[in-house]
């Protein structure tokens, strides 16, 4: 507040004019900028090794309410909620070796949704062809199960990632979340995909966040993890190199020393990229080890315009690097929801820092700073994709023909081993070779 020379006051919060989000960015249904932008690209839909043919999983991806479910052959299938004779709920039918029959008159659709039998209709339903349960071609591949949402004379082959190919003896792929109740269809975040997307691109928070303000989260920090000058806010600011574009998406840099065991110290750099539209490529924050082929992606699916769904894999000896992705920080020496609301307040983390954002954040009541440079280059990418589509352009990471291997260039990286004094300063290093 400021006071004038005749004593009035200024810069209250009266008379502000109502604010407003970027819906080009955050609002994801049919029809929209961002919907249309997303619906070229494949999501994850749900973990292959959760969905049985046990029983249908009701999901929302995009504003569409679906259903998804593996019939008695395998086959995984993702059609409408709502059957198209008379509208009820799929979520309870039940699953049979050929297709998903609706509990209300008895009509059986397979996985593309042709309907195969019309169980109260004289000949089972003589003209039962003309009946379709609308559907969405699925895929799987690294224990996941995706869904294409967009124009199929647009789809484009399902995108392959050399991080999650070529397992070493011993490793597997692990994609089923250790949270009853979202193992088979993701993890659900109530608030707006961007959000949680845009956070990965926010070095600075680990400093504050999940450090300064109410003691550290990241489990493993001091011993097999990070050392906690990592975690200086006073000094991040000069060991950050932004805005590095790749091949696939955008990434930063953050140089930190590690002591050695003969006395010395390296200089070491954490990379992370995010790959559009939708992809966070999370190197291990609990047990950081130097120089590591990277093992992880991250879909941030939207289900709406305020929620989303979380997808990961894992390459790895046991489920126990997926493990440490979804506990991996505590607060308060607690799990997420372990805490009461007080605990939340005094020691918050990301879902309380996300979250209390609102619903869809109001972007006109953001004051944008230097450490947002990349959350500021990330929502411009994202921008570029919403214009390409519109102007009939493939967008970024839509490819046809043969899928290609694509690089990810998450990591830590040793740059300077076995210094004798400490380095701060952000220069060149090796990880800069491996940026496409």
Not at 256 to 262: E, F, K, Y
Not at 281 to 298: M, N, Q, S, W
Request: negative net charge.
């Amino acid at each position: 507040m400021t006071v004038t020379s005749s004593g009035q006051d200024t810069g209250t919060g009266y008379g502000r004019p109502a604010s407003s989000h970027d819906a080009r960015l955050t609002e994801v249904g049919p029809e929209t900028p961002m919907g249309e932008a997303l619906r070229r690209y494949w999501h994850p839909v749900a973990s292959s090794s959760a969905l049985t043919s046990d029983l249908p999983h009701r999901t929302r991806i995009l504003g569409e309410n679906l259903v998804v479910f593996r019939d008695g052959s395998g086959r995984p299938g993702v059609v409408f909620e709502r059957c198209a004779h008379r509208g009820s709920s799929l979520f309870y039918g039940r699953v049979e070796e050929d297709g998903i029959r609706c509990c209300y008159h008895g009509w059986k659709f397979d996985v593309q949704g042709h309907c195969l039998e019309q169980a109260c209709e004289p000949g089972r339903g003589l003209r039962r062809d003309v009946a379709r349960q609308p559907w969405y071609p699925v895929e799987e591949r690294y224990g996941l199960v995706f869904v294409y949402m967009g124009p199929p004379d647009r789809k484009p082959p399902l995108p392959r990632y050399e991080c999650l190919e070529n397992l070493a003896d011993g490793e597997s792929l692990f994609s089923e979340v250790p949270v009853p109740g979202q193992n088979v269809t993701g993890l659900v975040g109530d608030f707006n995909w961007l959000q949680a997307f845009e956070n990965a691109m926010d070095p600075v928070h680990a400093m504050w966040l999940h450090y300064t303000h109410s003691g550290p989260q990241f489990e493993g920090t001091g011993t097999i993890g990070f050392p906690p000058s990592y975690f200086d806010p006073y000094t991040v600011s000069d060991k950050i190199r932004y805005n590095i574009t790749t091949d696939h998406g955008l990434m930063y840099r953050q140089r930190w020393q590690r002591d050695q065991p003969d006395g010395t110290t390296a200089d070491m750099d954490w990379c992370f990229e995010v790959q559009l539209p939708n992809i966070i490529a999370l190197p291990d924050f609990v047990e950081v080890v130097p120089d590591r082929r990277h093992d992880c992606l991250i879909w941030i699916v939207p289900s709406d315009d305020t929620s989303y769904r979380a997808f990961m894999v894992v390459r790895a000896q046991s489920p126990d690097r997926l493990t440490r992705i979804v506990l991996g920080i505590k607060q308060n020496g607690k799990l997420f929801f372990e805490l009461t609301e007080e605990e939340k307040q005094r020691f918050p983390g990301d879902f309380e820092a996300q979250s209390s954002q609102g619903p869809i954040t109001q972007h006109s009541e953001e004051t944008l700073a230097t450490s947002d440079k990349s959350v500021v280059a990330l929502r411009r990418m994202l921008r570029k994709m919403v214009d390409d589509v519109e102007a009939g352009r493939d967008p970024i990471n839509v490819e046809h023909g043969q899928a290609q291997l694509r690089q990810v260039k998450s990591g830590v990286f040793t740059v300077s081993p076995g210094l004798t004094a400490r380095s701060t300063a952000v220069a060149p290093s090796v990880a800069d070779a491996r940026v496409g």
